[in-house]
């Protein structure tokens, strides 16, 4: 982000976790980006004072499309079992929420996952969808994809979940994606 904005302007870097501040702290000082404040909270309690016109929602998931097989067919990342299942959507679901209303009206948010499950994705989109007056933007970049599913489990989703799109290695040579461009 601070490439495409030439360094300029203010980028506003959310890290919870204590662990990965120096990270954080230390890639943006071997990149040379000098146009970013970090912050510390948790992100579904970010403070409302601020708008921002563009956000980007990373949220913690589950990870599988990070998973790899070997030649012998066994998973050579192995998931960390930190949360229920269910833990995971509620927590997206809050920090999807929260994103939408930091945003200045008329203000783009994209939310990302490394994830391929429906519960975690298309179903997270979904309830923004209907608890927020947000729109689902088609994205144009020249990059393979598929469209985010209709429907999971017989629960059918807003047709313009099309516009979401799911990046799976076999298409792009890289680990899996989704992603969702939305509108306040």
Not at 29 to 47: A, D, E, H, M, W
Not at 71 to 88: I, N, S
Not at 129 to 149: K, N
Request: net charge positive.
């Amino acid at each position: 982000m601070a490439q495409l904005m030439h360094n300029q302007g203010m980028i506003v870097a959310n890290e919870p976790v204590r662990e990965r501040l120096c990270m954080l702290e230390s890639n943006l000082k071997r990149l040379g980006i000098s146009n970013t404040v970090i912050t510390r909270y948790l992100g579904q309690n970010f403070p409302l004072r601020c708008r921002f016109t563009r956000l980007l929602v990373d949220v913690p998931c589950s990870g599988e499309g990070n998973y790899r097989w070997d030649t012998q067919g066994r998973v050579r990342h192995a998931r960390r079992a930190v949360r229920t299942p269910d833990d995971l959507p509620r927590l997206q679901r809050q920090l999807l929420l929260r994103g939408f209303d930091l945003l200045e009206p008329g203000g783009h948010l994209l939310y990302a996952t490394c994830t391929y499950n429906p519960a975690e994705n298309e179903a997270v989109v979904q309830a923004l969808l209907t608890q927020r007056p947000a729109t689902l933007q088609p994205m144009t970049l020249p990059v393979p994809h598929s469209p985010g599913l209709q429907g999971w489990k017989d629960e059918p989703y807003d047709p313009s979940m099309s516009h979401c799109w799911r990046l799976y290695p076999h298409q792009t040579g890289s680990v899996g994606f989704f992603m969702a461009s939305i509108r306040a």
